[in-house]
């Protein structure tokens, strides 16, 4: 359960927090533009977040009290080999299949 | 081309999108409601943030009991990159008053921005007054859409039973928006770099490992493509 205080907390800063993200530039820097050393970094910012956030879920899943299932595992697998040739939605629903097909048949 | 005419465009222009905002948002919702948010608090979010893998991410986080600093700052972590989109609209855009580009602030979303950047190189002949309503046109196509289908995905998510697994949907959905950008062997080195160092840091307090791995695959993506710059020149 999420306690409804960090909810809002958290709600509320970041809206604010990703409104000034978005207005920066465009609404308070103007022209300047970003050093290029965070410009550089900042192109990993996706792939550098998102499998930090992925692999303790995958390797110690909630659901399974923290046992590594490899169903999950090869679900995962799918997921990306999808994603790397179809893109976002077909990489979603591969991953759910394969989690779906794997555990009917094993 | 008219105004009315730029931003009939726009809005055509990213309908496409469609098939990537209804499923998308729609998780949202379902993910929120399985977390134990109420609608209001789903709708709350989907409504001040409009930036869907930091809202995942925000409650992946304080779901798993991760405080609130930490689900704040890597959710904005996840944002940063929006930096880079408010500079690259500034010759296209910054000719707008105040309170429009204000409002074109709220509405940047990934997909629209890449589509009128993509025009605006495409068609430099258009003027400051047409890039304005395409850009207003290609938002207000994607965000009714967004605010919709979160409100749907609520109200349905509550009658799928648990033994969909749904809580396997949210690293699902972190995967396929990280295979997509997998673009370089840098960035390759960057995901395995954030994905190791995650897992030999889950023994630090407070979820910090999160930041730290972030923070190592960040370094190690750019001075990735530094080495290869290096190594090609």
């Known amino acids: 359960m999420i306690a409804d205080s960090d909810f809002w907390i958290v709600t509320i800063a970041l809206g604010i927090g990703t409104f000034l993200i978005r207005f920066s530039f465009l609404g308070i820097l103007g022209g300047r533009s970003l050093p290029g050393w965070l410009t550089l970094h900042l192109k990993y910012v996706g792939v550098a977040v998102f499998p930090a956030l992925v692999m303790p879920q995958l390797v110690w899943p909630a659901a399974t009290g923290g046992v590594t299932d490899p169903t999950r595992l090869i679900a995962a697998a ?7 040739r179809f893109g976002v939605i077909w990489s979603i629903v591969a991953g759910m299949a394969a989690l779906y097909s794997l555990q009917y048949i094993l | 081309m008219t105004p009315r005419a730029a931003f009939l465009r726009g809005y055509l222009d990213c309908a496409p999108f469609i098939l990537i905002v209804v499923p998308y948002s729609l998780l ?17 979010m989907t409504v001040l943030v409009i930036a869907g893998a930091s809202q995942f991410t925000a409650i992946a986080l304080l779901q798993d009991q991760a405080p609130v600093f930490v689900a704040l700052l890597a959710a904005l972590v996840v944002n940063l990159r929006m930096a880079m989109y408010s500079a690259a609209l500034v010759p296209h855009l910054g000719h707008a008053r105040l309170s429009l580009r204000a409002l074109m602030a709220y509405l940047m979303v990934d997909q629209a921005y890449g589509v009128a950047v993509r025009t605006y190189e495409d068609r430099p002949d258009m003027t400051g007054a047409e890039k304005v309503s395409y850009y207003f046109g290609a938002m207000m196509f994607i965000c009714p859409f967004w605010y919709g289908f979160a409100f749907v995905g ?19 959905c972190f995967l396929a928006m990280t295979a997509p950008l997998l673009r370089s062997r840098a960035h390759v080195v960057a ?29 190690a993506g750019g001075q990735a493509e530094l080495f290869v710059k290096r190594r090609a020149a």
């Open chain 1, 78 to 84: 799918a997921t990306i080999l999808v994603g790397l």
């Open chain 2, 28 to 44: 949202f919702g379902v993910v929120a409601r399985d977390a134990g948010l109420d609608l209001i608090q789903t709708m709350s």
């Open chain 2, 154 to 172: 609520a109200l349905v998510g509550q009658a799928i039973p648990a033994s969909y697994q749904l809580d396997f949907a949210v690293p699902v």
């Open chain 2, 191 to 219: 995901a395995l770099v954030s994905g190791v160092v995650v897992l030999a840091f889950a023994w630090v307090p407070w979820s910090l490992g999160l930041i730290i791995a972030a923070l190592s695959g960040l370094i």
